[in-house]
T-cell receptor, first 115, second 112 residues
Framework: EPEVTQTPSHQVTQMGQEVILRCVPI?????FYWYRQILGQKVEFLVS????????KSEIFDDQFSVERPDGSNFTLKIRSTKLEDSAMYFC?????????????FGPGTRLTVL | SQQGEEDPQALSIQEGENATMNCSYK?????LQWYRQNSGRGLVHLIL?????REKHSGRLRVTLDTSKKSSSLLITASRAADTASYFC????????????FGKGTRLSVIA
């Protein structure tokens, strides 16, 4: 069964450094998402992406964050200058159709630790 | 605003017993989805129920949706130790590509 994959599984970085989290969505899906989960808290939406554009973003997704689909398979989340509070599990998800109509399939997550 | 809220926050049962988790939400939805998360791992999609559906089954899972009460329940029958995980409901609103809104989850422990 096709799966969303994410790399790396764990990333440790120093505060102020840039990180890029990578995702490979399911191949025939058209809609892509990033969510994060701070330890012990809810899963929170960051951004959705369709047709090479951001379609929705949350208040969390400020100027320090960016997303890109550099080729036909990868979907990346970049944090330009990490802060301690960016430490969280970051999940990529994809769906074949719009969120209101279709299941979102999640990757296994990247645990980001900012020191 | 708090959209999906699960209750109870934690549930501990013996293997073989049934586990029921509830989810309440505030706004109109198009669908509601349940996910499982093993400790520190990714989210596994369990079941999606649409607003025009009242009940759905998948193996040992039974989900109900009451749109008049804005609530859903997830029943796991004949639980197993491997069902130990956190269970989240997530709601999708009525249009567009608005994101899923997750609740805080119910932590289920199944004791062998």
């Amino acid at each position: 069964e096709p799966e969303v994959t994410q790399t790396p599984s764990h990333q440790v970085t120093q505060m102020g450094q840039e990180v890029i989290l990578r995702c490979v969505p399911i191949s025939n899906h058209l809609y892509f998402y990033w969510y994060r989960q701070i330890l012990g808290q809810k899963v929170e939406f960051l951004v959705s992406f369709y047709n090479n554009e951001i379609s929705e973003k949350s208040e969390i997704f400020d100027d320090q964050f960016s997303v890109e689909r550099p080729d036909g398979s990868n979907f990346t989340l970049k944090i330009r200058s990490t802060k301690l509070e960016d430490s969280a599990m970051y999940f990529c998800a994809s769906s074949p159709g719009l969120a209101f109509a279709d299941t979102q399939y999640f990757g296994p997550g990247t645990r980001l630790t900012v020191l | 605003s708090q959209q999906g809220e699960e209750d109870p926050q934690a549930l501990s049962i013996q293997e073989g017993e049934n586990a029921t988790m509830n989810c309440s939400y505030k706004t109109s939805i198009n669908n509601l989805q349940w996910y499982r998360q093993n400790s520190g791992r990714g989210l596994v999609h369990l079941i999606l129920i649409r607003s025009n559906e009242r009940e759905k089954h998948s193996g040992r899972l039974r989900v109900t949706l009451d749109t008049s009460k804005k609530s859903s329940s997830l029943l796991i029958t004949a639980s197993r130790a491997a069902d130990t995980a956190s269970y989240f409901c997530a709601t999708a609103l009525n249009s567009g590509n608005t994101p899923l809104v997750f609740g805080k989850g119910t932590r289920l422990s199944v004791i062998a």
